[in-house]
């Protein structure tokens, strides 16, 4: 429990057998309605799946919100879930995703002038020019499919391998890579897209 504990709050990465051995215990004992295990569970995941709405919906309160409802149902669904070849992880994944999903669904659109940076130093324009090119990746990541969005954040936002994405899409490893592969190219497109005449 310590070492999951000490892992709270780290950047994804592939889990160990004597980390997956844990986290199975705590899912065994969360099954059977203990909330000392489900806490653990939340501590592990919770920086985890924050992390990945907060990508998504670049809102940290709508993404805290999400992230609460996305354990509240899993705490509500941890007694049927099961184990098979899907590791719990991936399970909150995707009632992440899901929950996200029915988030933009649902939301209108709105900007606030009020959250808008505006530079002030010196710097400033190497801070504009930074956020310009930043406005130029999202809007061409905007252009893209959602699973060949999807599979780019996973990958190289949130640092999931191949196999953790294949678990969190249900989808195979090798057809993950290929899917990513496909991605990149789709988004290089776009870029060039959006780059001016010279």
């Known amino acids: 429990m310590e070492q999951l504990e000490a892992r709270s709050g780290a950047s994804a990465r592939a889990v160990t ?3 997956r051995r844990a986290i199975d215990a705590l899912v065994a004992q969360a099954q059977q309605g203990s909330a000392d295990a489900f806490g653990a569970l939340y501590d592990r995941y919770q920086p985890d799946i924050l992390r990945y ?4 919906v ?3 309160e709508t993404a805290e919100d999400l992230t609460q409802h996305v354990f509240l149902s899993a705490w509500q669904a941890i007694p049927r879930y099961e184990q098979r070849s899907v590791p719990f992880s991936a399970w909150l994944y995707r009632m992440a995703r899901n929950r ?3 988030h933009f669904r649902t939301r209108r659109p709105t900007v606030d002038i009020a959250l808008l940076d505006l530079p002030e130093a010196p710097e400033a324009e190497a801070r504009v020019l930074a956020a310009e090119r930043r406005g130029e990746l999202e809007r061409a990541l905007a252009r893209l499919s959602d699973d060949h969005r999807e599979v780019l954040v996973l990958r190289f936002v949130l640092e999931h391998s191949a196999a953790e ?3 969190i899409m249900g989808r195979k490893e090798v057809t993950v890579r290929g899917l990513q592969l496909r991605a990149l190219r789709a988004l290089r497109k776009e870029l060039a897209a959006l780059e001016p005449p010279r």
């Open 100 to 102: 996200m999903i029915d």
């Open 17 to 19: 057998a004597q980390e």
């Open 165 to 167: 994405i294949g678990a």
């Open 58 to 60: 670049r809102d940290r």
């Open 53 to 56: 709405l907060l990508h998504h």
